[in-house]
């Protein structure tokens, strides 16, 4: 229900206008969001050298991309989306926090980081087990820093709301891959990941670019913006295990 550009809550309480994400995960119809949906199939063969994984992290989820091979020319084994959260109300932490006196929305955010790390964590052992392989490490897309006041001045403002929880998400997710990879998860810029990646390759934007879009058709769907910015975040991360 949609009053004066608001929402209500399960308990009745409003929260500020919700865009178009909010409103998809309160109806529970975020693309993909049933688990198991959209996954490709794992490749047959094994890695010896264990597998490196990217991460494109959303409110709620995040797109996995496993990877592994030469540094050259590594291929993509798994593509896949963990959800640690469903709904409106369990997903958009701070959002819902609003309504809330703030130590109770203390307690909410916090619990709720710790549930979403374990459940990520389950998720990603459950892909480590199906590959049969270590993980060696992760790359993880991640937005442009920007430091985060107190918890009662992020309530207050909106743009706050959004921005601590994208960083919430990416803690969750660079905890759960620091439990289960061998060397802990790297973040790279989503705006320096072909330069970034160009460089270290040693080779030209425009010839990653090709290589990344045959890594894409060769391991067929989903194959949209966050699993190729996720596959470039795995890339990048596999470079830096390497030299």
């Not at 309160?26 to 047959?44: D, W």
């Not at 199906?130 to 897309?141: K, M």
Request: with cysteine; glycine share 8%; aromatic share 4%.
């Amino acid at each position: 229900m949609r009053v004066s550009g608001f929402s209500k809550t399960g308990t009745g309480r409003r929260l500020p206008f919700e865009g178009k994400t909010e409103r998809a995960m309160r109806r529970g119809k975020l693309e993909g969001s049933r688990p198991g949906k959209r996954t490709s199939r794992p490749t047959e063969t094994r890695p010896e050298n264990g597998v490196v994984l990217g991460l494109k992290p959303r409110t709620g989820r995040a797109a996995v991309v496993a990877i592994a091979g030469p540094v050259d020319a590594p291929r993509i084994l798994f593509k896949t989306r963990i959800d640690v959260a469903t709904t409106f109300e369990e997903g958009a932490v701070f959002h819902v926090a609003q309504a809330l006196p703030l130590k109770e929305a203390r307690t909410r955010v916090e619990a709720s980081e710790r549930r979403f790390i374990e459940r990520a964590r389950v998720e990603l052992a459950k892909i480590q087990r199906q590959l049969g392989a270590p993980l060696v490490t992760a790359g993880l897309v991640a937005g442009k820093p920007k430091p985060l006041p107190a918890l009662e001045s992020i309530l207050k403002a909106h743009p706050l709301v959004h921005a601590a929880e994208g960083a919430l998400y990416r803690r969750v997710f660079a905890a759960a891959c620091s439990k289960l990879c061998a060397t802990p998860p790297f973040s790279f810029p989503q705006e320096k990941l072909v330069m970034g990646l160009a460089t270290a390759l040693a080779i030209a934007p425009e010839v990653l670019l090709a290589r990344l879009a045959a890594m894409g058709k060769a391991s067929g769907r989903p194959w949209a913006q966050e699993q190729k910015q996720a596959t470039l975040a795995a890339w990048m991360a596999l470079a830096a295990v390497s030299n």
